[in-house]
């Protein structure tokens, strides 16, 4: 089974501040989640481990899986924000909101990376893990989870870019014998 999970809280998502590649720890907040996370899934043992490089990723994963070393996925990481990153989430640009107003049509402002290229990096990186067995545990972001829900989900159609996937959510996706799953969230 593969399992994504989002990092933990941070002061930055606390603030309402947009939050990319911006390179943060958890907060006491975040460690509690990740810690209730791992409550969670204390009945998986997970054979393998990979998390963005960003801390909050690293420090999510650590804390439900210490006894897996964790491979530093560079594709895994958040969407590029460009000039807007640490944008107030309560003020955004114009250009931001017409992005935001419909993810899956407009394209992202200048400067910021596109969802295409999100869903193109992930779908690239669950295509090399396809084969693995076992239970895997991806930990990720807000973003790069969508991207990966989008590539699982063949008539998904956009619909994961407006969702809102908390901190500490979790998505499972069936896997073996090479075939990746329609992912279903964790409740």
Known sequence: MLYLI????????????LLGRSDVPLNETGIAQARAAAERLKGVR???VFTSPLQRAI????????????VVEPRLIEMDYGPYEGADLTQLPP??????SDFAHNSAPEGMEQL??????????LEEIRALEGNI???????SMKGALEYLTPDANGSYWSKNIGN???YTVRNGHGRLDVPEEML
């Open 137 to 143: 545990l991806l930990s990720v972001h807000a973003i």
């Open 168 to 170: 500490c959510a979790v």
């Open 116 to 125: 295409s290229s999100v869903v193109g990096r992930v779908g690239a990186f």
């Open 6 to 17: 989002r990092h933990g809280q941070t002061e930055k998502n606390r603030q309402h501040l």
């Open 95 to 100: 250009e931001i909101l017409y992005f935001f």
């Open 46 to 48: 997970f054979d393998q």
């Open 59 to 70: 420090q999510t994963a650590a804390l439900i899986a210490p006894y897996v070393e964790p």
